[in-house]
């Protein structure tokens, strides 16, 4: 079946089988990598990507229910001139990876928090968080990276400019 979407801020139409998983064809099909996939029960948060603006996960989204929609995958996220996204930075500057294996999903979950709430508490930003799955980090320096690019310190003060 055809199925014409918006990835990445650019039309795309793929002929795909009607059980085809988002994430797999992000992966397998259009050789766009960061999107992981580590659970394939939607779990984990790896495969996170924002849909139409909400974070959803890709490995449970048939690449069918896509019509007319707008896909971003991490890929997306930065800049069209390749600058990093301010989540992309706070997670770098605040060392929130470690293996990296859960960060693109970590990221997009981020970016799609602060999108609905900028100046989230950090009970907000944890409880947000709860479906995406760390094994490395204990979340500590993740909570303080989404801090970080909402402005703020880990104890939800302003930070200064």
């Known amino acids: 079946m055809k199925v014409s979407f918006t990835l990445n801020a650019k039309p ?8 085809t998983r988002l994430a797999d064809l992000l992966r397998e099909d259009l050789d766009l990598t960061g999107t992981h996939i580590g659970c394939d029960t939607s779990q984990c948060g ?3 990507v924002l849909l139409d603006g909400e974070s959803v996960k890709s ?3 048939l690449v069918a229910s896509l019509e007319g929609r707008g896909v971003t995958s991490v890929e997306g996220l930065a800049d069209p001139d390749g600058g990093l996204h301010p989540m992309q930075t706070a ?3 605040n060392h929130g990876l470690q293996c990296g ?3 693109p999903g970590m990221v997009m979950a981020s970016a799609a928090l602060l999108a609905e709430n900028p100046k989230p508490t950090e009970a907000e930003v944890r409880h947000y968080l709860e479906g995406n799955i760390c094994r490395c980090t204990g979340y500590h320096n993740i909570v303080k990276a989404v801090m970080a690019a909402s402005g703020q310190d880990a ?3 302003v930070a200064a400019e």
């Not at 795309?12 to 059980?19: F, I, K, L």
Request: glycine share 8%; proline share 4%; net charge negative.
């Open 101 to 103: 294996f859960c960060t």
């Open 91 to 93: 997670f770098r500057e």
């Open 155 to 157: 104890g939800g003060a």
């Open 12 to 19: 795309v139409t793929v002929d795909v089988d009607p059980s």
């Open 46 to 48: 790896a495969c996170l």
């Open 59 to 61: 490995c449970t989204l």
